[in-house]
């Protein structure tokens, strides 16, 4: 019976609305998006024709519905923030939002939300803005398909891509951010995820997380930006398929793990990277299944890292697959696959039956003194490194593998 | 002078070293290639090659063929022919056949299987380190009129290069760690031809690693199309500045 009644209601609601339709364009009564606001009511729909509007700062403080059919371009001047939304149940899509004005105090967005539930920012264009989306204090966003471009030069100059700050629930996926500071930059948000998104050539992360608790990335790709990922003083992050490509620099980092504790890697790819993974004050974490491939370190572990746990990685081609810069090692390593491993496997169960010692002596030379890595592939240090791999006396004897695997994984 | 260095390069031949040199090389290349799953391990396999046998035989085979044409040396020049000719052709008689002989065994395969800047780049590198160490090699035959002391003053020199000038870098490094020295190690591996190509080459494979703070120093000396010039003209300076000596020594000398 209840049930009856629920669907008869359901029925019964397109009777009860009264929503409306603004056009906004050239042909039509409202010549500017400003005038179509004034007149909506919660509900209605704007729909933006083609064209070019210059109207300053757009406000949008009602639960609309805001269209652009055919990429409407909407302009800041360089002088306006370009969007406000100041309303929960917003949908804003289909727009070119550019040339918003650049303000370190107030930070100007592309879009900006403030304080608001429920919006959704569908396949914009956002370009050449100072920040490109801003979200503030918001809970259950939907940021999807965006495409944002900026053309930074310096750090100090422009904002980050996306921007999310003390919210709640968002949702990103599928945006493309290019030559913005950060690509995504969250602070102090949870419960959220990223998922599908492409981050490439921002100046500075690709991904910036801080205290942003409970969260989790999937299959995102961030490649060649300034210094990497980081993911900082932050715990239960998820972050799953992902892949990290070139970031090359002595700063730049696949993923910088810093004061990040129980979280969980798994299936990413690392590709390419000056530094593929670099932990500093990381605990309980566990990396499992990841591809670590052609980097010049696979994995910078220092020695303030507790209880991180490699388990069935594949390290192939980098140039050290281990380095650290302590004697102390509370870390584990287990089944991993290491294309350097030259031991042998007798009864044939796949597991080599020489522990593996994935930290070479040139790896710990070249951490406290740099500059060593003139002599790199330098006959000398082969054959230190031949000699310390068989007596091990200046590296950690607890580096180890115990269960090294003899073939590679296939992830 | 043509006829003298035909003559040099049909009496190397017939020696048969240089062709079983050749035979090796590029036994070992083919087979770094093939065995390797990619084509980079293959190419620092081969990199190996070329900084520490290419080296080793052309100093060793050079000092004793000198050595050993003494007397024809001393036939030419009883004959109407300039001092600076002979000494000359002679250089540039092995030189020949060596590089020959390495882009034979090593350059065919580096074309066929590595990265076309890659291979341009090795094979460049290591003809000019062949026709080094054959200058030195004449340096330190000329020196000495003893064969057993020539042949000893060839092979601690190409230890040296090969060995020891990088465990005394390494030691300098630890001895200096806290000062910045990265400038300084720059210049210091220009001195020494072996690194200079090494450093050259690894350049060019891109190795991730070399792309932190101090792969960033050496790309801004040796990776602008500026520094590279410079460090090939350095190694050419090693090429010419050994026989120079040599030639200088050779025209006043008491055969």
Redesign the interface.
Known sequence: MKAIVFILIQCLIPLLTFAKTWHIGEKHAFKKIKEGIAVAQNGDTILVEKGFYKEGNIIIDKSICFLGRNMPIIDGDRKFEVLSIKANNVTVEGFKIQHSGYATLDDPGGIKVYDSERVNIINNLVYDNFFGIYIQYSKNCLIKNNKIIAFGKQEQEIGNGIHCWKSDSLQIIGNDVRGNRDGIYFEFVTHSVIWRNTSVKNIRYGLHFMFSNNDAYFSNIFENNGAGVAVMYTKNVIMMNNTFKEN???A?YGILLKDISDSYIYNNRFL????AIFSDGANRIVIEKNIFQ????GLKVQASCMDLSMINNNFL????DVSTNGTLVQNTFKANYWDKYEGYDLNKDGIGDVPYRPLSLFSV?VE??????????????S?LDKSEKILPSLTPDNFIDNNPLMKSLKL | MSRIIRFIILDILKNRIVLVYTVLLAAFAWSAFSLED?S??GT?TL??II??IVPLVSILFTTIYIYNSAEFIELLVSQPIKRNKIWISLFAGLSLSFVIAFLLGVGIPLFVFADPNIAIMMTTIGSIITMVFIAIAFLSSILSRDKAKGIGVSISLWLYF??LF??L??FL??QL?EYP??KM?VFL?ATSPI?LA??LI?LQLN??????????I?KDYFGSTLGLLVAFLLLLIWVIVPFLFSLKIFKHKDL
């Open positions: 090359w620099g002595d730049a390419n990277n000056t530094s052609g980097n010049g370190w081609g980098n140039t050290f030379i406290s003194n740099p500059p060593a890595m003139l002599l790199y592939r330098s006959f000398m240090v054959l | 990619n980079s391990k620092l990199l190996n900084l520490l090969a060995l990088d465990g870098v390494l490094l630890f760690a020295i990265e190690m591996a690194d090494r450093i690894l190795v991730s690693a070399l792309m932190g703070y101090t792969g960033a050496f």
